[in-house]
């Protein structure tokens, strides 16, 4: 993304309370000059926090990440070989090292469910976080493969759960699991499991075009959105208001459920695949959410 993009973003933003997550692909991979450049518009911003989201993959990265306070990254215990899962954990705590933060997720893909939550959960303790995201697999053509039944997803986090409280009983009490720890603080309140398009999220790709979901967007071949147009322009368009209510249209299956607030119909992209239509589980991962509504009243 272009240097102007980046301050036209920033106008858009201006002393609202919006966060800015640097995503890619790899973000690391655009030059180290480009982010200070980045850096120096972002940091103006009086109200919003900044974070760079990188699969730290190798020295360059860090040196870029070491720029950004707020740093995302994600652990795969399958990758082991192939990204050597070592270095990973030396360049993270490089980087807490060094002050700053680093916020871990794991994405529940099928092979981390086969290798195992716990196990996984118990390796990311042991690497000394205290706080870890774990992400529901988005069903990309990319992840589709990866992509498990939403009912086992939902047992993953009822695994991740148990996993917790566990930790919690026996003394621990600086664990952080989400999204179960955050939707226990307050199921209507927290945002990790909820759709954010439309609504608290806008995706600006990498030559200016908006869209909704991060995911769906590159996908809507039916609307054209005049990458020419300012991000505040396409915020207001007829183009991206209908993509945003196409999105957001509610599934039968939603209407009266109690989790509506909490989850807004889950993730429309996994909703639109046949894995969850073949599910008896659905998008929101309803079976999580009445576990969980069972631990805020116990
Ligand atoms: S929990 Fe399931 S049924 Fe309920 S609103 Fe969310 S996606 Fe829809
Ligand atoms: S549909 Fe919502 S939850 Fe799913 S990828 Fe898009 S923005 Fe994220």
């Known amino acids: 993304m272009s240097v102007d993009k980046m301050q036209e973003i920033a106008d858009v933003i201006g002393d609202t309370n919006a966060d800015v997550h640097i995503i890619g692909g790899e973000p690391t991979l655009v030059g180290i000059d480009t982010h200070k450049q980045y850096l120096s518009i972002l940091s103006k911003l009086p109200s919003s926090k900044i974070m760079i989201v990188t699969a730290l993959q190798n020295a360059r990265a860090v040196k870029v990440a070491k720029l950004y306070q707020n740093i995302a990254t994600s652990y795969d215990p399958n990758a082991r070989i192939e990204v050597n899962n070592d270095k990973w954990l030396e360049r993270?705590?490089?980087?807490?090292?060094c002050g700053n933060n680093v916020h871990l997720c794991v994405?529940?893909?099928q092979s981390v469910i086969d290798y195992g939550v716990s196990k996984a959960l118990d390796e990311v303790y042991g690497f000394?976080?205290?706080?870890?995201?774990l992400a529901a697999m988005v069903?990309?053509?990319?992840?589709?493969?990866e992509t498990p039944d939403p009912m086992i997803t939902s047992q993953a986090m009822i695994?991740?759960?148990e996993w917790a409280l566990e930790k919690r009983r026996v003394g621990e009490d600086g664990i952080f699991v989400s999204p179960f720890d955050g939707l226990l603080q307050g199921m209507?309140?927290?945002?990790?499991?909820?759709?954010?398009a439309g609504e608290s999220c806008v995706n600006v790709e990498p030559n200016g075009k908006i869209h909704a979901c991060v995911a769906k967007g590159g996908e809507v071949k039916d609307i054209v959105i005049?990458?020419?147009?300012?991000?505040?322009?396409?915020?207001s368009s007829n183009a991206y208001i209908l993509e945003v209510a196409q999105h957001n249209r509610s599934r039968t299956e939603c209407f009266g459920c109690e989790f509506w607030i909490t989850c807004k119909g889950g993730c429309r992209v996994l909703a639109n695949t046949d894995i969850a239509k073949n599910s008896?589980?659905?998008a929101g991962f309803k079976t999580f959410l009445n576990y969980v509504k069972g631990k805020v009243h116990v």
């Open 92 to 97: 993270c705590k490089e980087l807490r090292g």
């Open 107 to 109: 994405s529940l893909s």
């Open 128 to 133: 000394g976080f205290r706080s870890v995201h």
């Open 139 to 145: 069903p990309t053509m990319n992840a589709l493969a």
């Open 159 to 161: 695994e991740s759960a």
């Open 188 to 196: 209507s309140n927290y945002d990790g499991l909820r759709c954010p």
């Open 226 to 235: 005049n990458q020419m147009q300012s991000t505040e322009t396409q915020l």
């Open 280 to 282: 008896v589980e659905c």
